[in-house]
């Protein structure tokens, strides 16, 4: 018996290696694909849902300056808000002050009425901005640190 050529027995040797290699080491799993994640049903609720409360904020806060009248104060125009109060759900009586006279507007849904015509008082923004539905404006606040200095100047130059 003639012994078998070296590369054949190489080759066997090999082979018979490598089958027992394999059975011994461990393997790596191939990644099995993932499922493409959709969207469900809570997912589009939850982004809905927060649309939701962010639209509800925004107009909230949109009927808020309009029913409390958070409107800027602005001096030096033409037209001034001296008073406004709230009569009904939807109806108020405002006191403009145009030039040197005051007109007294009763407003309702879609329509102004004059209600009544008098001269303007000499009234500071202190006492005409509390009327305003208890909101006190800047102007106020300020006129009441103005009259607090001075009452403490006062004080100071007497001592």
């Known amino acids: 018996m003639k012994g078998l050529p070296v590369p054949k027995v190489a080759a066997s040797l ?3 290696l490598s089958f027992g290699a394999g059975a011994v080491l461990p393997t790596v799993p191939t990644p099995a694909s993932e499922p493409v994640r959709s969207f469900g049903a809570a997912g589009l609720l939850q982004a809905g ?3 939701a409360v962010v639209l509800a904020l925004i107009f909230l806060a949109g009927w808020a300056v309009r029913r409390f009248g958070l409107q800027t104060m602005g001096s030096g ?4 808000v001296v008073s406004s109060v709230m009569v009904g759900q939807r109806e108020r009586v405002v006191v403009v002050e145009i030039g040197d006279s005051w007109l007294v507007l009763g407003v309702a849904a879609g329509q102004v009425r004059a209600l009544h015509t008098m001269a303007a008082e000499k009234s500071s923004e202190a006492q005409a ?6 909101i006190i404006g800047a102007n106020a606040f300020s006129q009441k640190l103005r009259d607090a200095l001075n009452t403490l100047n006062k004080l100071k130059k007497r001592d």
């Open 14 to 16: 090999l082979a018979w």
């Open 49 to 51: 849902f927060g649309l």
């Open 77 to 80: 125009r033409l037209l001034k």
């Open 129 to 134: 901005a509390p009327a305003m539905n208890g």
